[in-house]
């Protein structure tokens, strides 16, 4: 019985549209990889820490805009520690949307803590 009830729950989860964790820190580190390796600083394989802080149906008032499974999502992303320095976290946005071919993401932006 508690096994039906734990299947349930994550296929409801999997049904909201919303992504997971898993499915962000991904995308992020991939757009964060290709981003850095196009400005010469290569090097990036993975944050030392990730975590999903939550995410918003895209309400977007513009016409044309607002598509049915778009997400703007915020995280905490951590990358490592560098020589002498202490690891960086930085909360971001981004824009998860489903899509034919998967899930799509756009960066809204991050700041440092």
């Given at each position: 019985m508690k096994r039906s009830a734990v299947l349930a729950g994550l296929l409801l989860a999997a049904c909201s549209g919303e992504p997971s964790e898993s499915d962000m820190r991904s995308l992020v580190e991939t757009h964060t990889r290709r981003t850095l390796e196009s400005q010469g600083r290569?090097?990036?394989k993975q944050f030392e820490a990730?975590?999903?802080q939550g995410c918003v149906d895209n309400q977007s008032k513009?016409?044309?805009a607002r598509q049915p499974g778009q997400y703007d999502c915020?995280?905490?992303a951590t990358f490592a520690a560098q020589a002498g320095r202490q690891p960086l976290t930085v909360n971001g946005k981004g824009r998860f949307t489903r899509t034919d071919k998967g899930l799509a993401?756009?960066?809204l932006g991050a700041q440092p803590r």
């Open positions: 290569g090097g990036f990730f975590r999903k513009k016409p044309g915020y995280y905490a993401f756009e960066d």
